[in-house]
């Protein structure tokens, strides 16, 4: 059974630094890219970042490009987000999701973790 | 970036009932289009991904269709657990985009 399961999360003042984690389990992680998608509350989806199988490819939209960094470790099968320079606007339910193929670019996500909270706050 | 505008926002329905929720794309996106079903408490569920291929697991009373701009998705005949929030997604290009969201309610 495939599992993603977050961590991490919690409370942080703005321009402040924050990791995330997700631990996968079930499949063999270093065949698939990987992402986070992330959700204020009471609003929609929004993609936040995207990873290749290997890690050399990454992506990201612009509301996040230069603050935030994907990374992954193989060996360990985890996901990792860190978030830099945090701001309000980043306040979100961050999920784990796996790419459904090889190629990232054109696949949607087929399994998600669910989620961990961060709150990004004076 | 690719804008998706989903209507409506809100829907009632009666189990056994039919609905149709629609994904409009601001640009083409062939027939990169998936949605999502979103529950409290469960992870998201991808129901259908390309437009109109069903996820493995997906019951058959869901169906996609459309390709290039305009995609609809249809639950037919209704059940209790298809109750929640949708999502449609665009997976042609980056930055992928989500559309916001369709709550679909009891009636």
């Known amino acids: 059974e495939v599992q993603l399961v977050e961590s991490g999360g919690g409370l942080v003042q703005p321009g402040r630094s924050l990791k995330l984690s997700c631990a996968a389990s079930g499949f063999t992680f270093s065949s698939f890219p990987m992402a986070w998608v992330r959700q204020a509350p009471k609003k929609g989806l929004e993609w936040v970042a995207s990873?290749?199988?290997?890690?050399?490819?990454?992506y990201y939209p612009d509301s996040v490009k230069g603050r935030f960094t994907i990374s992954r470790d193989n060996a360990k099968s985890t996901l990792y987000l860190q978030m830099d320079s945090l701001r309000s606007e980043d306040t979100a339910s961050y999920y784990c999701a796996r790419h459904d193929g090889i190629i990232a670019a054109i696949t949607p996500f087929d399994y998600w973790g669910q989620g961990v909270m961060v709150t990004v706050s004076s | 970036d690719v804008q998706m505008t989903q209507s409506p926002s809100n829907l009632a329905a009666s189990p056994g009932e039919s609905v149709s929720i629609n994904c409009k794309a601001s640009?083409?996106?062939?027939?990169?289009l998936a949605w999502y079903q979103q529950k409290p408490g469960k992870a998201n569920k991808l129901l259908i991904y390309?437009?109109?291929t069903l996820q493995s697991g997906t019951p058959s009373r869901f169906s996609g269709s459309g390709s290039g701009t305009d995609f609809t998705l249809t639950i037919r005949n209704l059940e209790p657990e298809d109750f929640g929030l949708y999502y449609c997604q665009q997976h042609n290009e980056y930055p992928f985009t989500f559309g916001s969201g369709t709550k679909l309610e009891i009636k």
């Open positions: 390309s437009g109109s």
């Open positions: 990873i290749s199988s290997g890690g050399g490819g990454t």
């Open positions: 640009k083409s996106i062939s027939k990169y």
